[in-house]
């Protein structure tokens, strides 16, 4: 019987910032449908990861790969991993007032697709998803977060 591929893999990944080597061999392998958490406390190397797997430029991959549904994600640029559905959401966000999450989500996929979606479609589709994950319909209307880092 032949084993299901990871569709996320991390695989010995070494990572340095100015020369200081902070992640050391990283190994995770996530199958479609499954949820990991990364935890650990301060200065484990989370936040070390998650720039890395954004595409951060001062944080350098020295060894390991990083594959996405099979590709190496560590040679793309940071939009190419955007466009992948790769994103980095913070802890302590702050709102920006004025634009809400649906319209954000709907701009970004416009912006990745290159193709218009009407207002109407979109949110029919979003809240769609959202009931299907089980997330309150609210944060469709909620302002959208800014985050400093």
Same mark, same amino acid.
């Given at each position: 019987?032949?084993?299901?591929?990871?569709?996320?893999?991390?695989?010995?990944?070494?990572?340095?910032?100015?020369?200081?080597?902070?992640?050391?061999?990283?190994?995770?392998?996530?199958?479609?449908?499954?949820?990991?958490?990364?935890?650990? +406390?301060?200065? *484990?190397?989370?936040?070390? !990861?998650?720039?890395? $797997?954004?595409?951060?430029?001062?944080? &350098?991959?020295? =060894?390991?790969?990083?594959?996405?549904?099979?590709?190496?994600?560590?040679?793309?640029?940071?939009?190419?991993?955007?466009?992948?559905?790769?994103?980095?959401?913070?802890?302590?966000?702050?709102?920006? +007032?004025?634009? *809400?999450?649906?319209?954000? !989500?709907?701009?970004? $996929?416009?912006?990745?697709?290159?193709? &218009?979606?009407? =207002?109407?479609?979109?949110?029919?589709?979003?809240?769609?998803?959202?009931?299907?994950?089980?997330?309150?319909?609210?944060?469709?209307?909620?302002?959208?977060?800014?985050?400093?880092?």
């Amino acid at each position: 019987m032949a084993t299901e591929q990871p569709f996320f893999l991390i695989d010995d990944l070494h990572v340095e910032i100015e020369e200081n080597e902070i992640l050391r061999g990283v190994d995770l392998s996530v199958k479609r449908g499954e949820i990991h958490a990364i935890m650990g +406390p301060n200065g *484990s190397g989370k936040s070390t !990861l998650a720039h890395t $797997l954004m595409g951060h430029p001062s944080y &350098e991959a020295t =060894a390991g790969q990083v594959l996405f549904n099979g590709e190496d994600i560590l040679e793309r640029d940071p939009n190419d991993r955007a466009k992948l559905g790769i994103f980095l959401a913070f802890q302590y966000p702050l709102a920006i +007032p004025g634009v *809400s999450t649906l319209n954000f !989500l709907r701009t970004s $996929l416009k912006a990745v697709k290159q193709e &218009e979606i009407s =207002a109407r479609e979109f949110r029919r589709h979003l809240l769609e998803k959202m009931d299907l994950l089980k997330i309150n319909r609210e944060f469709a209307g909620r302002y959208l977060f800014l985050i400093y880092t």
